[in-house]
């Protein structure tokens, strides 16, 4: 049973940073492409930033590029997502996500599994 559980959510004052957590189980991420998606209040759900399944490449929505940055660890199957310099337009429950082929895509209805999310809460 594939399982994603995110964790690292929470309050945080604007310009804040922040870094979630999505282990696995179930799957081994460096055979998954894996996702990072946000949903925020009355919003359709958003691409933020994927790694490939070899981890050598990623890719950003305009709004992460140069705040957020996507890695992972291999040892513990798990993907982090660090979330530098926050603003109140971040605000959105964070999911992650793993794609079996291993190409990422920006696409949310490409990845084949899907944690619950963690909220993600940035005051002004």
């Known amino acids: 049973q594939v399982q994603l559980v995110e964790s690292g959510g929470g309050l945080v004052q604007a310009g804040g940073s922040l870094r979630l957590s999505c282990a696995a189980s179930?799957?081994?991420?460096?055979?998954?492409?894996t996702g990072w998606f946000r949903q925020g209040p009355g919003q359709e759900r958003e691409f933020v930033t994927a790694?490939?399944?070899?981890?050598?490449?990623?890719i950003y929505s305009d709004s992460a590029k140069g705040r957020f940055t996507i890695s992972r660890d291999d040892a513990k199957n798990t993907v982090y997502l660090q979330m530098n310099n926050l603003n109140p337009e971040d605000t959105a429950v964070y999911s992650c996500?793993?794609?079996?082929?291993?190409?990422?895509?920006?696409?949310?209805?490409?990845?084949?599994?899907w944690g619950q999310g963690t909220q993600v809460t940035v005051s002004s």
């Open positions: 790694i490939n399944w070899s981890g050598d490449h990623t």
């Open positions: 996500a793993a794609k079996r082929t291993g190409i990422i895509t920006t696409i949310a209805k490409g990845y084949d599994y």
């Open positions: 179930g799957v081994t991420f460096n055979t998954y492409a």
